[in-house]
């Protein structure tokens, strides 16, 4: 289908674009922004941000969405942690945002590396920390591992839909991801809990509703909607590209159901402006703005 107007965007290129792809490359460093071809990649980078990718750049998933590369992995390199630290240092960043890919032939999933890669940029930065994991198959000692580190923010994607599940999300599970959510928010209720999703893939209204119920009453925080684009010729095409009056529609129900911080539109991404979503909900915890007042982030 041919891209509507309101998906058209433009690169923003900016002097800090080229010190932000320099310092990756210095660091020998992977971003999801590139590996699954954000389409704000440009203005991130130009923002002089990024979103570290780490446990290397294979997935053991093949989700039928996704562009990161699937096969073989490598072994897990131990002074990945301080690169990211070191490169985020170097970049100036006061909040860093990591993911990773998924690694079911790790017996934790790499949840240990993850705790490592927090500590080490929050020993050497001293930056706000969100984490966006994969689910490790539910395991909680895996959960506990990360959390334990600290992360300022955990963030775990429910992406789509349950009924696309199977078809577009093989050896994921709907429910064990709302799990996930759920038994953070009940074991330290001091975090601040993050997920988001997908529209465009072959959802309809009502779905997109339930998961924002369900969402709720597993405690998150933050939620993120965005369209799904696809990334290349061997992704699933785009089933329709939603207006950004619906954007809005879902966005106005999150929040009017209970949910703190909902950011909706054609371009949003989990990642994109995470620093700014963690500022509301801490000045919400703050009592610093009346009911009502709570600007929303500007994506």
């Not at 490790?136 to 506990?144: E, M, N, P, Q, V």
């Not at 959390?147 to 199977?166: Q, S």
């Not at 369900?214 to 965005?226: F, K, M, R, S």
Request: a positive charge.
């Amino acid at each position: 289908m041919r891209k509507p107007e309101w998906i058209k965007f433009h690169m923003h290129i900016s002097s800090d674009y080229g010190h932000v792809r320099t310092t990756l490359s210095k660091y020998h460093l992977s971003t999801v922004c590139a590996e699954a071809k954000c389409p704000n990649r440009g203005k991130c980078y130009s923002d002089g941000t990024a979103t570290f990718l780490i446990l290397g750049d294979v997935c053991t998933r093949a989700c039928k969405y996704c562009s990161v590369k699937k096969g073989k992995t490598e072994p897990l390199d131990p002074n990945e942690p301080l690169r990211v630290a070191l490169a985020s240092k170097e970049l100036g960043l006061s909040f860093v945002v990591i993911t990773s890919v998924t690694r079911d032939d790790l017996p934790d999933g790499g949840a240990h590396h993850y705790a490592e890669t927090v500590r080490k940029v929050k020993e050497i930065v001293g930056a706000k920390v969100e984490v966006l994991i994969p689910d490790f198959r539910g395991s909680k000692k895996a959960l506990d591992t990360v959390m334990e580190a600290e992360p300022d923010v955990l963030n775990h994607n429910i992406e789509v839909v349950p009924r696309l599940f199977k078809r577009i999300r093989p050896g994921a599970n709907y429910q064990q991801s709302l799990d996930i959510l759920r038994y953070v928010k009940d074991k330290y209720p001091h975090a601040i809990v993050k997920s988001g999703f997908m529209v465009g893939l072959g959802e309809n209204k009502d779905e997109v509703f339930k998961v924002l119920k369900d969402l709720y009453y597993a405690g998150t925080d933050i939620v993120t909607i965005g369209q799904y684009l696809r990334p290349g010729k061997d992704q699933l095409p785009v089933s329709r590209y939603v207006t950004p009056e619906e954007f809005k529609e879902y966005e106005k129900y999150g929040r009017e159901i209970g949910i703190p911080v909902v950011v909706s539109g054609p371009l949003v991404r989990s990642s994109y402006k995470a620093k700014e979503s963690y500022e509301i909900i801490i000045r919400q915890r703050g009592d610093k703005y009346e009911a009502g007042e709570i600007p929303a982030a500007a994506y």
